[in-house]
C-alpha cells in the first residue's frame, strides 16, 4: 500500500496518508492540510506534503531489526561454534536486499512509502541536505566577507 507520512505543520504530530484517501485535517490538533497520498504507481518527483522537488531515496531499514539479528547469532555462538554468526551476516544482506526504499522529503522530510523508484533521484546527500537546514549558503561561505 502506497502511503505518504508527514509531520503536522502546525503540531508536529506524525500523520499518514494512504493512495486514495481523501485530504483530512490533523487528527492531533485539527489544523487543516491538503496532503494526499499520490496513487500507488505514481512517480513521486515532487514531496505530496509541501511540493517541495529535492528529494531523495533511502532504505526502509529498521536498525533494531539488525541488531536483533546480531543479538540472536551471539547468543547461539557456544552451540554452533560461531556460525551462527555467519547466518546472521547472510540473513543480513537478505533482508537488506529485500526492504524497499522509501523517497524522503529534504524540506519536511515527508517519507513516500510503497512507491516505484524514480530513476532521476539519488540517495541522501549531506552536502544538499546541509543547504536545507543552513539555508542557501553552505557554512563557511561568507567567511571571506569578514
Ligand atoms: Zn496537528
Ligand atoms: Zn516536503
Redesign the pocket.
Known sequence: MASVHFL??????R?GREAGEPAR???????FNEVIAPGADAIIDRCAACGHDQLYFQKDFNRKTGIALVVVGAIFVPWTYGLSLLGVTILDYIVWRMVKDVIVCYRCQAVHRGYPPNPALKPFDLVVHDRHVYGAAPPGAEEGHR
Open positions: 503536522c505543520p502546525q503540531c508536529e504530530a500523520l485535517a490533523c487528527e492531533r490538533c485539527g489544523a
